[in-house]
């Protein structure tokens, strides 16, 4: 089929038919997975469906990543659960409109960048523990409505039915991509289950997806102070969670497409998103990197797929719901573990002896802690502050000071390495005030003082130099260290000398 210019972005070419195809495919992929968080959160199935349409749509028009799928999350529902329990659906919807507001700010002033202070190590990590969630919550098919494992003949049935459609999947992509190899997958296993009658579970023994279009609603609680306090927690939760995962999901999706997604912009498409769900009864969410992940792997790289998705999705609730609750859940089960296969970063296992021990065990850490918690936001901030205690640490130990003393009897410090809070021991124990000579000079010509601690430090080291009656230089100093000791002058006692402006000498040595 021929190319055309995508709608919604201009600098881009779509072929229609694959994101129509794909969208549709994600969108059969959403059907489970919106009802099972609903039914975690303890919430309607109905609010699963209406957040992922909502959320989908969107975030398919407005979001800055296009091609990345959006919905009902598991991370979201976690979260929920327990105001759902206490304070009944009403709050949630209150909640979710309240979280997309922090998102619209989050994006209003830009803080989307900050998801580049995630390293590497706890992307991997974050990947690897999503993959191993999404494997894991697919065993749950393979047990019975009271939680025992199938045995016998229908777990040989359904396992057999899972198999097929991992093999449609892996081996039509190497024979032909005229159609999406998953849709096709789900389409043969539901073509032999409804001709060989064979009896399997399906997507209507979770629940029933019929209903109409989302209602607009205004969330029936008291404007009150009180109110505000029981759902501003959970709101502010909801709203780091969902933007940490979908600007987590859009650098993923970009590292896969080769191409970059604007962060603040993805903040305030989930923001909208996130209120006009809470205002059509959804129970609000975030990016899906299982669904994203299914929606580029099939060749979708624009707009359309995501609208088609979340479109296809309502109409399933409002016209197809007695097809669609016919589905075999193995063949949406298969899929995902395709997904889980192809989501976990196999490559990072292949570093373990080439990377450096830190990084592997922030990796290991996020990857525990993913799985372990199902809390996605913790894992990754707990990945962060680890990866920079460890960067704190190892460049603590990478300061020195190569010592000389010249001609004139001036004894030269030549400072190597960042001084700042975690190196102000080690710099200290490098200097011998009482044995040196009557003038020194410390040059920073390799070094930079970083922080408060950097200058108090600088500040009694002088202090020391002084009482001995030594007269002490600071040279080579950046511009951006001279600012911060000008700044600090005001709060603490500078003890540095010669130069009237900022007490400092900062010419060069020669």
């Known amino acids: 089929m021929k190319k055309y210019l995508n709608l919604f972005d201009f600098s881009q070419t779509v072929n229609y038919r694959t994101e129509v195809l794909s969208g549709l495919t994600v969108a059969l992929a959403l059907v ?3 009802v099972a968080f609903a039914l975690i959160a303890g919430l309607s199935p109905l609010t699963g469906l209406y957040a ?56 209003v002033l830009k803080l989307g960048k900050f998801i580049r202070l995630v390293p590497q190590p706890v992307i991997f990590g974050f990947v690897n523990g999503l993959a191993i969630i999404i494997f894991m919550s697919q065993l749950n098919e393979f047990k019975d409505a009271s939680g025992k494992w ?34 096709t997958a789900i389409l043969v296993i539901f073509g032999l289950v409804s001709v060989l009658g064979i ?30 306090i029981i759902i501003f927690p959970y709101a502010a939760i909801v709203a780091g969670v969902g933007l940490i995962e979908s600007l987590l999901t859009l650098n993923i999706v970009d590292e896969m497409t080769q191409t970059r997604g604007k962060g603040n912009r993805e903040s305030l498409a989930q923001g909208l998103a996130n209120i006009l769900s809470g205002l059509f009864s959804g129970m609000g969410g975030c990016a899906m990197i299982g669904q994203s992940l299914i929606n580029v792997s099939n060749g979708a790289r624009a707009r359309l797929s995501g609208i088609v998705a979340s479109v296809m999705l309502l109409i399933f609730v409002m016209f197809g719901s007695g097809l669609i609750e016919k589905v075999p859940m193995a063949a949406l089960t298969g899929l995902m573990i ?50 920079a205690l ?31 809070f ?9 200097f011998d005030v009482q044995n040196d000579p009557k003038e020194i000079i410390i040059d920073f010509a390799d070094s930079r003082v970083v922080d408060m601690s950097a200058i108090e430090a600088l500040n009694k080291l002088t202090e020391r130099y002084l009482k001995e009656g030594k007269k002490i230089h600071l040279k080579h100093l950046s511009v951006d260290c001279l600012r911060l000791l000008e700044n600090a002058s005001e709060i603490i006692d500078i003890n540095v000398f010669e130069d009237p402006t900022y007490k400092v000498v900062t010419d060069k040595v020669k």
């Open 32 to 34: 489970p997975e919106a």
């Open 52 to 107: 992922a349409f909502v959320m989908g749509l969107v975030t398919s028009l407005f979001g800055g990543r296009p091609g990345m799928i959006s919905g009902a999350t598991g991370a979201v529902a976690v979260v929920l659960v327990t105001l759902a329990k206490s304070h009944g659906v009403e709050y949630i919807f209150a909640t979710v409109i309240l979280a997309g507001s922090i998102q619209l700010l989050a994006g």
């Open 150 to 183: 199938l045995i016998g003949t229908p777990l040989m049935i359904l396992l057999g039915l899972v198999l097929l459609t991992m093999f449609i999947i892996y081996i039509l992509p190497k024979l032909t991509k005229v159609i999406p190899a998953s849709l």
């Open 199 to 228: 009896d399997t579970k399906t997507v209507g023994d979770l629940a029933s997806i019929s209903g109409g279009f989302p209602p607009f609603h205004f969330p029936e609680v008291p404007f009150t102070l009180n109110t505000l």
């Open 338 to 387: 395709m997904v889980s296969i192809g989501t976990f970063e196999w490559a990072s296992l292949r570093t373990f002896n080439k990377m450096p021990k830190s990084d592997v065990f922030v990796m290991v850490m996020v990857t525990l802690v993913t799985v372990l918690l199902h809390n996605l936001a913790l894992a990754v901030i707990i990945g962060v502050i680890i990866a």
């Open 390 to 420: 460890v960067f704190a640490w190892d460049n603590a130990k990478r300061i020195r000071a190569r010592k000389h003393t010249d001609d004139n009897g001036i004894k030269h410090y030549e400072i190597y390495g960042p001084l700042f």
């Open 422 to 430: 975690g190196s102000v021991s080690a710099f200290n124990e490098k």
